[in-house]
């Protein structure tokens, strides 16, 4: 997952807590915080590497027929 560490209310803590969960249950996980980012991505550096990573799990886990 992806999550931006700036974010008020909750911040980073909630994804990351997931990831744990999952990986703990055997879950190939993974977490990228923007520690300049909050709810959602506005720099596209961020943005990019966002969607590079979630196209790579999305290829790995659901390919194309």
Request: no cysteine; net charge negative; hydrophobic share 45%.
């Amino acid at each position: 997952g992806v999550g931006g560490g700036a974010v008020a209310l909750i911040g980073a803590g909630l994804g990351v807590g997931l990831t744990i969960v999952k990986f703990a249950n055997g879950v190939e996980a993974w977490y990228v915080v923007f520690a300049d980012e909050g709810h959602g991505f506005y720099k596209e550096p961020n943005r990019v590497e966002a969607f590079e990573r979630i196209q790579a799990f999305l290829l790995k886990y659901n390919p194309p027929n």
